[in-house]
C-alpha cells in the first residue's frame, strides 16, 4: 500500500455490503481446522491483502447534533478516515464498530475512506469452519444523536440471603463530555402485571 494511498485514484466500484472475493477480487478460500495462514502468533503474513474504499458525500451538519458512523461488520479489521484524518482503528470482525465524526464533517462535500486488512492479529481468534470472506460485508450508517445522550448502561442485581429483597445498581454512561457531573435521573420500575411504582428522581 503506497504512503499516498489517501490521495489513491479510484476507478473501480464494490457493492457495500459485500466481500472482495464475490466480487471477482482476491480467491475463495476454505480453511476448517488449520489456519489460512502460517501459524506465528500473533503476526500476520507481510504480503496481506487489503481493500481500500473511498465515499464522497454531501452533508449538512448540524451544530447541536452529533454524528456517528456504524460499520456493522468488516473483517478483518478496518482504519477509518474522514477528510484526510485519521479516525480510528477497529477489529473483531462479528461486532458492531462506531465512530464519532462530528468535529471532522464539514459543511458540504466530505470524503470518506476505509482501509480493510485481510488479516490482523485478531484472525487468530476467528479460526472456525467456514470460507474466508474479508471487506465491509454488513450495513455502514450515520446516526444523528443528541449532544447529551444515554450511550450505554450497566444493571447490577444483588439478592438478599432469603431472596425476598434486592439491591439493584445502574451505572449509566453519557456520550457528553459537557453533562454535569449532578444530573437528575428519572425511572420506573414495575413489579407483576398491573402494578407499578410511580415515578420518582434521582440524581447521579
Known sequence: MP???LHFNFQQ??????????QGYDQHQYTNVNYPFPFDPPY??????CGLYHRTFDFQPNANKRYLINFEGVDSCLFLYVNQQFIGYSQVSHCTAEFDLTDYLQQGENHLTALVLKWCDGSY??????FRMSGIFRDVYILEREQNYLQDFFIKTTLSEDLKSAVVNLDIFSASLKMPQQSPIIFL???EKNFSIPNRTNSA
Request: overall charge negative.
Open 44 to 49: 500476520v503474513p507481510q504480503e496481506n491483502p
Open 125 to 130: 481468534l476467528e479460526d472456525q469452519d467456514k
Open 13 to 22: 466500484h464494490i457493492p457495500v455490503p459485500s466481500t472482495w472475493q464475490t
Open 3 to 5: 504512503e499516498d494511498f
Open 189 to 191: 420500575i414495575h413489579k
